[in-house]
């Protein structure tokens, strides 16, 4: 009797568990591309203070961040389709790993962008066991 109270139980258990790692897969994805733009933004932050005009500053800043908008743009448009996701994040590493002229410390710019393609490449492979989590929850 017990030990199939104790087996209902941890039926159970896993069964959360399970829903609570598809809903935690449906939004890491999204999260780390939202970090990696930041990221991208705080490198844009040092034209400032280097004495020039104000118009030049701020085209400075602007051209500096065309990875990040580039970036947010690709993320607009993959947080409902994570198959588009997966394909952009990693035509975006391979971008910028051949944009970088130092390819051995394009590692840092290029590894979170492929790791984000494998998330929403996950994101993509298990989407309908996510539908039932978050109709779950």
């Excluded at 065309?66 to 690709?74: A, D, E, G, Q, S």
């Excluded at 929403?120 to 309908?128: A, E, P």
């Amino acid at each position: 009797m017990i030990s199939l109270y104790l087996r209902s139980v941890q039926t159970q258990t896993m069964q959360i568990l399970k829903q609570l790692l598809l809903l935690s897969l449906w939004w890491i994805p999204r999260i780390a591309g939202i970090l990696f733009a930041l990221f991208l933004t705080v490198f844009s932050f040092d034209v400032f203070g280097q004495g020039e005009p104000v118009w030049k500053t701020a085209m400075a800043f602007i051209i500096h961040n065309i990875p990040t908008i580039v970036l947010l743009i690709v993320m607009y448009f993959s947080w409902r389709r994570s198959w588009l996701g997966a394909i952009a994040f990693f035509v975006l590493g391979v971008v910028f790993f051949l944009l970088m002229p130092n390819k051995a410390k394009s590692i840092f710019i290029v590894l979170p962008l492929l790791i984000t393609a494998v998330l929403f490449f996950l994101n993509w492979i298990f989407r309908s066991g996510i539908r039932k989590a978050k109709e779950t929850y």
